[in-house]
């Protein structure tokens, strides 16, 4: 295992259709993909990807189209479309084995997309304060409401308090740089992912997901003032998961505690590969019954 000094995030540039695309990319092993949030880069997470690539894999860390400087989509802005891109991209790469993907945020939404066009893609899925679930609120006299109800002034004025606490202030430079510049050069992009973000509801995918055997992990910060917890339960209830929640954290928790989200990722990952390795080794119950059968064979015959 590589050790964490040893470990660094490498800017690359290519096309896919002609169109520019940048993307992160570090260490060696099983792929992993990560997806960033709505307004940011693979960039502003650097510090938090090489904490994943140093317990060995290999993680492949795109600006999603219309974002840093990857180029835009042209025509309609969908999940089916940026699920697409995705694929596209690794094949470009020459990645055949199946990856596992990560998504904070929007991104979060992307790589649900991603599985649920692509699931011989995908080996598991990891859910980082994401959005999907659709839910705003619970209860009251209106009963459920959608994401779609909220007003964009409410979206706004929850995201700035994400940065009171003192240990989130020190990334908001970051966040500002990639916010700013991604609103300076495509500004339609921003506000195209915004309107696509709100009226997100993934939780049909989830569930085809989740009944298809595929391992699906969601992580949420109990501050998240962007992301409520009505959407996080709609997500787990959705996956069949029960969620982690992170004590004390908001939104962009994982920009400012790299090593915690790192730590997290590889143990959820590290969890559903357990899983999956003992769901494949037992015994279906037609083996069950096909050994039932040939006992009672043997007995008869006797």
């Given at each position: 295992m ?32 990560f997806l ?14 090489p ?8 993680v492949?860390?795109?600006a ?8 835009p ?6 999940f ?11 094949e ?10 990560v998504?904070h945020?929007f991104?979060?939404?992307?790589a ?10 995908v080996?598991?899925?990891v859910?980082?304060?994401s ?18 109800d ?34 300076m ?13 709100r009226q ?27 992301v409520p917890e ?52 037992e ?9 039932d059968?040939?006992a ?5 015959s006797?």
């Open positions: 590589p050790r964490l000094d040893d470990v660094r995030l490498r800017w690359h540039r290519t096309t896919l259709d002609g169109q520019p695309v940048v993307y992160g990319d570090a260490g060696e092993g099983p792929p992993l993909v960033h949030g709505w307004g940011l880069t693979a960039r502003s997470y650097a510090r938090a990807l904490m994943i690539a140093a317990t060995g894999a290999r492949i860390a795109p999603l189209p219309g974002f840093g400087k990857s180029a989509l042209d025509g309609e802005y969908t089916e479309k940026l699920a697409r891109w995705v694929e596209q991209l690794l470009h790469l020459g990645v055949d084995e199946p990856v596992a993907l998504g945020s991104g979060g939404a992307v649900t997309a991603t599985a649920w066009h692509y699931p011989d893609r080996r598991a899925l859910l980082v304060n959005i999907g679930g659709s839910v705003w609120k619970t209860g009251g006299r209106r009963g459920t409401r959608s994401l779609s909220r007003p964009l002034w409410d979206w706004g004025l929850r995201l700035p308090s994400e940065f009171t606490n003192r240990d989130y202030r020190k990334v908001l430079p970051v966040v500002l740089r990639d916010l700013v510049g991604n609103a050069t495509n500004p339609r992009s921003l506000w195209r992912a915004a309107d696509l973000a997100a509801d993934l939780r049909e995918e989830l569930t085809s997901l989740a009944e298809s055997g595929l391992p699906v992990a969601v992580l949420w910060g109990s501050e998240d003032n962007v009505a959407t996080f339960l709609a997500i787990c209830d959705a996956a069949g998961a029960p969620g982690d929640i992170i004590e004390e954290a908001g939104h962009a928790w994982l920009l400012a505690d790299p090593e915690g989200f790192g730590e997290l990722v590889t143990n959820s990952l590290t969890v559903q590969r357990t899983l999956a390795e003992r769901t494949a080794a015994p279906t119950p037609s083996d069950d019954s096909d050994a059968s040939d009672d064979g043997v007995e008869a006797a």
